[in-house]
């Protein structure tokens, strides 16, 4: 694994010998990024592994880049990963102060996660999310960003999958804007519905759609 462009191009990631990692390939993050622009742009990075997606958009610009991973091996990588790319962590703010981090590890499973941010107010203008294969994950955290607003206006939603599986986003309430097929994976760009005043809709505001 390695970054392919910007302010750490070139560096070498480390990997963890966990059987749950299955990175990114550099061609399928070369064609994500190709497509998204995330230079000044918010990113969460959901079931992260050692961090390859997110730690290539801090390199490309990304303002605020957040990782969650459950697995402690992965997290620790994750963290191995920023230190080796040169981005450390800035100290949070006090309450009121109107501190952030730029970039944040969450060690811990992907939906308690969603809901801490939740509980934050957090909201990303793009969510990469590359989920245990075939087990109902994607449909849970599509589910949870929608309804905890995690989202920003005009944001979109990358899920990394297989081609086997199906991504509910019509039944979740989100529009397929475009899907991409590498061999076996597949990239899908979801987004959701805006209200005449430009927010994205929330579950209540619209009838549900067909599942």
């Known amino acids: 694994m390695r970054i392919i462009a910007g302010k750490a191009k070139g560096r070498v990631l480390v990997a963890p010998k966990a059987k749950v990692l299955r990175p990114t390939t550099d061609r399928v993050k070369e064609s994500l990024f190709n497509i998204l622009s995330v230079e ?12 390859s997606v997110g730690l290539e958009a801090a390199s490309r610009g990304a303002s605020r880049v957040l990782f969650v991973e459950s697995n402690r091996a992965c997290a620790q990588a994750i963290r191995a990963n920023i230190e080796r790319c040169g981005f450390l962590n800035m100290p949070a703010g006090e309450p009121g102060e109107g501190g952030v981090r730029d970039i944040e590890v969450i060690e811990c499973p992907a939906e308690r996660a969603l809901r801490l941010l939740g509980h934050r107010g957090e909201r990303f203008e793009v969510i990469f999310a590359d989920p245990p294969y075939g087990e109902g994950a994607a449909d849970a955290a599509l589910r949870l960003v929608r309804s905890l607003g995690l989202l920003a206006p005009r944001g979109v939603f990358v899920v990394q ?5 199906g991504i509910p986003a019509r039944r979740e309430g989100y529009r397929l804007e475009d899907s991409r097929r590498y061999g076996d994976t597949a990239l899908s760009f979801l ?18 759609p067909d599942g």
């Open 40 to 51: 000044g742009r918010r990113f969460l990075d959901l079931f992260a592994g050692a961090g």
């Open 161 to 165: 999958h297989s081609v086997r599986d």
């Open 191 to 208: 987004t959701l519905p805006e209200t005449p005043e430009g927010e994205a809709t929330q579950p209540g505001e619209q009838d549900r």
